[in-house]
């Protein structure tokens, strides 16, 4: 679909080779869905998907496809006047070359306010296209430079991943080298961004969980401090007890005592949410991984793979509730709205469907631990609605 202005064309959803003039004094942002092949000053160059050419008026050049089998299919922006100088320059990207960014999620969005804007003529129309094409340029821009591949999306969710590693195995010792290396960052770049990202150094982080889980374990029986110590990952007693002490201006053993004083010298268990009796519960466990509202499968998934018959690239990108039999859709529907509200959800009976079209009837559990979401699942010998 083209639309036009005197000074804006946005054309979406080509797929045809087109040529574009030396004298239209239109500059040209495109945007390149699938491969294609550029002709310029007599070069060819050949554009990947997802990236990104910036044409100077005056500059002739034509779009063709790589080969037969691979169809054409990319967007284009092109403006002109007053305005486009600054563009440009504003935005910082050198004309024609092609340009790859890290990702390019962003464009579809910022076309089609482009195009919504040419579409209906509201008042200042021609200002926001312009602000529009601005914001693709500096965000194409920004992609591209490879300062910024630390604060990345992507990057953010392989730290996530590792922090939730780092938190159910926090009885492991952990340095900070070795978690940078599982990042292939240096020392000093990852505990940078891991304090940038989650508000804590990689080293505090992990004594704060070390010390929850000590607290559960003091309150729980009358086990001896240094039991809780070695459990817990801390390399001495005598560090455990200032870490503690430090931090919750306590001792251990003070602590340990004025909780059994509280309950009566009597420890009463309750049926609550644990991580470590969840995982001990469960056949298949994993990291819940939350996209724009979706559940999808992360983390050890390659069990829960073997049993549903899908490779795991499939699931870790399909929603969970696509692996849900179609009789339980609204029961999941409604633990995933509890789930993006923060509550936990503990033996839900629901039924998954396996490849091949097999119902497996399970309980499924699903609990909040710091910033991360973890998934638990067991067999059910009958399961009810």
């Not at 033996?347 to 991360?372: H, M, W, Y």
Request: aromatic content about 10%; glycine content about 4%.
């Amino acid at each position: 679909m083209k639309l036009k202005s005197p000074n804006i064309i946005c054309v979406t959803s080509c797929d045809s080779i087109e040529s574009f003039d030396s004298q239209d004094n239109y500059n040209y942002l495109i945007v390149f869905q699938n491969p294609a092949s550029i002709e310029a000053n007599d070069s060819l160059i050949d554009a990947s998907p997802s990236s990104v050419y910036l044409r100077t008026s005056g500059e002739p050049f034509s779009i063709k496809p790589v080969g037969s089998d691979t169809p054409l299919s990319y967007h284009y922006v092109a403006y002109k006047g007053s305005l486009a100088m600054k563009l440009t320059t504003s935005s910082n990207i050198e004309a024609n070359v092609l340009l790859k960014p890290l990702q390019i999620h962003y464009s579809e969005n910022i076309i089609s306010k482009i195009r919504g804007e040419i579409d209906n003529e509201n008042s200042n129309w021609e200002s926001l296209c312009f602000a529009y094409i601005l914001e693709l340029l500096s965000k194409t821009f920004r992609l591209c430079n490879h300062d910024f591949v630390e604060a990345l999306p992507d990057h953010s969710q392989n730290l996530r991943a590792l922090r939730a590693e780092i938190h159910e195995k926090f009885s492991l010792p952990w340095k900070i080298d070795e978690m940078a290396k599982k990042m292939n960052l240096s020392t000093s770049r990852f505990a940078s961004l891991y304090k940038s990202t989650f508000k804590i150094s990689p080293t505090e982080d992990l004594i704060q969980t070390r010390i929850a889980q000590a607290k559960k374990m003091l309150s729980s029986s009358k086990v001896s401090v240094k039991k809780v110590s070695e459990a817990c990952g801390f390399e001495s007693v005598h560090y455990f007890h200032r870490a503690f002490k430090k931090r919750s201006n306590f001792t251990p053993k003070h602590y340990q005592n004025s909780k059994f004083a509280d309950q009566g010298s009597i420890f009463t268990t309750e049926r609550h949410f644990s991580l470590d009796r969840l995982t001990q519960q469960a056949e298949y466990s994993g990291i819940i991984e939350i996209t724009q509202g979706e559940l999808k499968f992360h983390g050890n998934a390659h069990h829960i793979s073997k049993l549903l018959g899908y490779p795991d690239s499939e699931l870790r990108e399909r929603p969970f509730w696509e692996f849900v039999s179609p009789e339980y859709l609204e029961i999941v529907n409604a633990s995933v709205l509890k789930i993006l509200q923060n509550k936990n959800i503990l033996d839900l009976n629901l039924n998954l469907r396996t490849r091949s079209g097999e119902d497996i009837p399970v309980l499924f559990s699903a609990l909040l631990k710091g910033q991360n979401w973890f998934w638990f699942i067991k067999y059910q010998s009958v399961a009810t609605r």
